[in-house]
């Protein structure tokens, strides 16, 4: 029902900033929590950040205060802003949908090197 497919990774200085997109396509977009994952080399995947279909927010205390994520149900498009990036936020960030069943994206490659 809902393909995602995710764009705005890069290499970034720390200190800086970057985007992250989540475009979706498919039906009932807006009633599905969204969110981001990362999983960092030879790390396990991490929760970041999801965004209910209320508009209810969680985040990881690894980017409290840093990250923001937000939604556009009309657009379907999912974001999150990453601001003050650091080198331990390297890694494949993926989108995701939930609801009864489970979507995700292929990843975009986040890198934090100066």
């Known amino acids: 029902q809902v393909q995602l497919v995710e764009s705005g990774g890069g290499l970034v200085q720390p200190g800086g900033s970057l985007r992250l997109s989540c475009a979706a396509s498919?039906?009932?977009?807006?009633?599905?929590?969204v969110g981001w994952y990362r999983q960092a080399p030879g790390k396990q995947r991490d929760l970041v950040a999801t965004?209910?279909?209320?508009?209810?927010?969680n985040y990881a205390d690894s980017v409290k205060g840093r990250f923001t994520i937000s939604r556009d149900n009309a657009k379907k498009m999912v974001y999150l802003q990453m601001n003050s990036l650091k080198p331990e936020d390297t890694a494949v960030y993926y989108c995701?949908?939930?609801?009864?069943?489970?979507?995700w994206g292929q990843g975009t490659l986040v890198t934090v090197s100066s």
């Open positions: 995701t949908a939930r609801r009864n069943i489970d979507y």
């Open positions: 965004i209910t279909s209320g508009l209810s927010t």
């Open positions: 498919g039906s009932f977009f807006n009633v599905y929590t």
